[in-house]
T-cell receptor
Framework: DAGITQSPRHKVTETGTPVTLRCHQTENHRYMYWYRQDPGHGLRLIHYSYGVKDTDKGEVSDGYSVSRSKTEDFLLTLESATSSQTSVYFC????????????FGPGTRLLVL | AQSVTQLDSQVPVFEEAPVELRCNYSSSVSVYLFWYVQYPNQGLQLLLKYLSGSTLVKGINGFEAEFNKSQTSFHLRKPSVHISDTAEYFCAVSEYGGGSNYKLTFGKGTLLTVNP
């Protein structure tokens, strides 16, 4: 299994509070991604990174920001959590041309009350 | 822009029966294609991938998929399923090469339920 961990694994928070989710990899891969998974929508890309300090928006980036100060860590921040951000969040990594695939972490289940 | 359509949201089958999960994609450029499996309360696991070469791709757990460029399809098959194959299956596509930063577009998933 690819060395990807996510923390926390579960979180309950209140509307309006900031929340930060962490993704940590031990594979030294260049590319990292944050997705959210909701019933009926599959997985949707929030933000991604193609190198340290290099990030870009995905299809559902409103209300989210990211940072990547080290190769191994990719942080997702909900600036002011809303109930619509209740979801399961997955981090993924890719080595790019090494094999073209993405490998996923175990997920973080977030409930915003 | 690319898109992925998984034609069946749910597929119930009996144990030891064959199964096919259908996936069609649209893209204006060459693509990489993937199938992932998600067991309950777990992350996504790569089943198989098509990057280039032979259009018949074999993956883990006895699954295989065939890339059909003319029909823009990448259907997943298994000749004999087990109860343990019960899971949700996702088809995904990315643009060929590094220009897309290897971003994936996912289908909405197919829930495979294997009954005894």
């Amino acid at each position: 299994d690819a060395g990807i961990t996510q923390s926390p694994r579960h979180k309950v928070t209140e509307t309006g509070t900031p929340v930060t989710l962490r993704c940590h990899q031990t594979e030294n891969h260049r590319y990292m991604y944050w997705y959210r998974q909701d019933p009926g929508h599959g997985l949707r890309l929030i933000h991604y990174s193609y190198g340290v300090k290099d990030t870009d928006k995905g299809e559902v980036s409103d209300g989210y920001s990211v940072s990547r100060s080290k190769t191994e860590d990719f942080l997702l921040t909900l600036e002011s959590a809303t109930s619509s951000q209740t979801s399961v969040y997955f981090c993924a990594i890719s080595g790019g041309d090494l094999d073209g695939a993405q490998y996923f972490g175990p997920g973080t289940r977030l409930l915003v009350l | 822009a690319q898109s992925v359509t998984q034609l069946d949201s749910q597929v119930p089958v009996f144990e030891e029966a064959p199964v096919e999960l259908r996936c069609n994609y649209s893209s204006s450029v060459s693509v990489y294609l993937f199938w992932y499996v998600q067991y309950p309360n777990q992350g996504l696991q790569l089943l198989l991938k098509y990057l280039s070469g032979s259009t018949l791709v074999k993956g883990i757990n006895g699954f295989e998929a065939e890339f059909n460029k003319s029909q823009t399809s990448f259907h997943l098959r298994k000749p004999s399923v087990h109860i343990s194959d019960t899971a949700e299956y996702f088809c995904a596509v990315s643009e060929y090469g590094g220009g897309s930063n290897y971003k994936l577009t996912f289908g909405k998933g197919t829930l495979l339920t294997v009954n005894p």
